[in-house]
């Protein structure tokens, strides 16, 4: 087979087919995965100014939905922003993909994944000029993480909910289990995605606790409805990362997507870098060599951009006690809202991480230094 071949039809490994087909309209690109088809357990959503109107517009016609507005609340203050907001899932990247040319094969679970060919769990042996690993998350010595860790289920309510636009952060709950958040998605006026949202130090995911949660955060509104989804997810928050060490181990496939540390060291979100990531390949020559060296290097920049988040990630995880986190974010959502828009796009400037940090700093000076050093956690994780 020539051409591109991507194992994993998630996030990252179609948006590269996105960008592959509409640079190079002649190129054959594949996509396999294990799964039997297109996810219902992913919403991903992003921020309008996270993504170029370039990306805007080819994404536009498989959103889900897409709002005007977003919003948080605090116990001592609540806002309304006016980034918009928009959702993929699953079915409407699916759609984008097959619309761009390339083919999805589902049910294939790749057992081998060289830098030229990939060999199915059935033994079949597939060969291109690319290979591109897009598998997903794997534990790596090179990142130590906190969690992000959720459970979100999806309403079909009995009224309307009166929800207008995302609710992204409602901090007014009780905290439990580090910093706690439930995140709103009104997908019509009687459809609502309850999103029950910790920053913990451990992985572990108590779903019941979680979904018990979300019912009484429903009962308290006075929402009654059927269940008609559930999605749940553990996402890594980078406390530190050597990226130079994991791409120096990389002579295979080129890995993308969260197998690459390709994420917001603060949010877990994936989605605006994996659009980047993907504007990256499709400007390379189609190979693996080509593709690699370009990810890598793009890869390296990013690390190296986002030591200040992963500070900030520390001072969060080992600097604060879990109690305080829910503090320390609230007075960040009272910063300017351009800020609080480049933050979320990982473009923050020299002068934002100086607003950040200034005045009051997030946590108290002498429980920061401990935190400022990055390479002592890599150490422990050796
Ligand atoms: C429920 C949930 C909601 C999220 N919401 C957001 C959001 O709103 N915005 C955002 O930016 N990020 C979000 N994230 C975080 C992140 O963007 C996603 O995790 C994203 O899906 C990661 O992209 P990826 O391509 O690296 O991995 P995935 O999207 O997980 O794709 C990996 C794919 O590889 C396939 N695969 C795995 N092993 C094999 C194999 N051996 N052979 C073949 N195929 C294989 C899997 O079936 C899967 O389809 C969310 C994560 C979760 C879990």
Partial sequence: MSGVLIVGAGLAGSLAALALRAARPGLPVTLLDAAPGPS????????????????????????RASWSLQEVRFPDHGRVLEAGYASLDGRGLAQLVAGSGATTLWSRTAAEVLAHAVTLSGGTRLTADAVLDARGLRPSRHLVAGYQKFVGVEYEMDAPHGVIC?????????????????????????RLLIEDTRYSDGAGLAEPDLIAAITDYAAVHGWQGREVRRERGVLPIALAHDAAGFWAAQDGAVPIGLRAGLFHPVTGYSLPVAVQVADVIAAADPTTAAIRAAVRDFALRKAHGDRFLRLL???????CAPDERRRVLSRFYRLPEPLIERFYAGRLTTLDKLRIVTGKPPIPIRDALPCLPESPLLKDAR
């Fill in 313 to 319: 990630n520390r001072m969060l995880f080992r600097g």
């Fill in 40 to 63: 219902d357990r992913h919403t991903w959503s992003f921020h309008h100014p996270d993504l170029p109107p370039v990306w805007r517009d080819r994404l536009a016609p498989g959103l």
């Fill in 166 to 190: 995302p609710l992204i952060m409602d901090a007014k709950v009780p905290q439990l289990d580090g910093y706690r958040f439930v995140y709103l998605l009104p997908f019509s006026p009687t």
